[in-house]
């Protein structure tokens, strides 16, 4: 593994740390500021990965996160389902 793999890799890991560690902190706001920084931060980073590691490390980083993040993703399907409707 090369620099340029190694490097998305292990930021990837802080990313993952930085989660946890922001779940365990108590908070006023359910953690939604918390979670918006996390999304904000990972979604280059996801593109970043998935550019030097592959489709596959692309595919289970953005696994793991919708798993740490799993609130905000149910928070946006319950949105898109209220706005557009059952059909």
Do not use: E
């Amino acid at each position: 593994m090369s620099a340029a793999q190694a490097l998305p890799l292990a930021v990837a890991c802080l990313w993952a740390i930085a989660a946890n560690l922001a779940a365990m902190l108590p908070s006023r706001d359910n953690h939604r500021s918390c979670a918006t920084a996390l999304v904000v931060i990972g979604v280059p980073l996801l593109g970043w990965t998935t550019y030097a590691l592959g489709p596959i490390a692309g595919v289970a980083m953005m696994a793991a996160g919708a798993s740490v993040l799993r609130w905000p993703l149910k928070a946006a399907g319950r949105r898109l389902k209220r706005r557009f409707g059952r059909a």
